[in-house]
């Protein structure tokens, strides 16, 4: 797989990424923009074309990659014909998670950690330190309700401002007016 996502990478080509087993037809669509040893970054792109965010995914987890498909073929045409377009991500490889975090921090991005198979934490980044992610949980009205501190090795994906959580920080920066 890391092949073939090297590859990607190079070519900037959109791809499908499997990775739940337990929902086989589930996948993402985008352009892999980094990947190490334990992540991969993609730039998502959702169904109808248009920008959705980044998503951090274990490396382990992927388990198919399709390429060239008619699906992936009309999402890049709608991609493109809607003008969309991603933020510049200049993280590093070898620290993927801590770059997309400090990324999200540098840009007030909402992110969703999924820890474990259900586990899910939502919010903006507070702080990162010894190993201990600390998010500001917002709850799904956006509106402020506590902290989480969640260990780095616990992570198993992480979404950034995705189409949800650009609705959250909405509802978020509305709560505070």
Known sequence: ????????????????IYTDVDHAAKFEVGKVLKFSEDF?????????????????????DIYQINKNTKYINNIKKLY???????????????????????????NKLVIFVKLFQEGMVQGLVKK???EML????????????????????DINSITCDDEQAVCLKLLSLNAAE
């Open 1 to 16: 797989m890391k092949k073939e996502l090297l590859k990607a990478i190079v070519s900037k080509e959109f791809i499908e």
């Open 134 to 153: 600390v998010v500001s949980i917002l709850d799904d009205d956006g509106e402020y309700d506590g902290e989480a501190y969640i260990r780095l090795e």
């Open 40 to 60: 991969v970054l993609l730039a998502s792109v959702s169904p109808i074309g248009m920008y959705d965010g980044f998503h951090l995914l274990t490396t382990d």
């Open 128 to 130: 990162i330190e010894n």
């Open 80 to 106: 493109t014909i809607k003008q969309q377009s991603h933020l510049d991500f200049d993280g590093k490889n070898e620290h993927l998670m801590l770059s997309l975090l400090k990324f999200a921090v540098k």
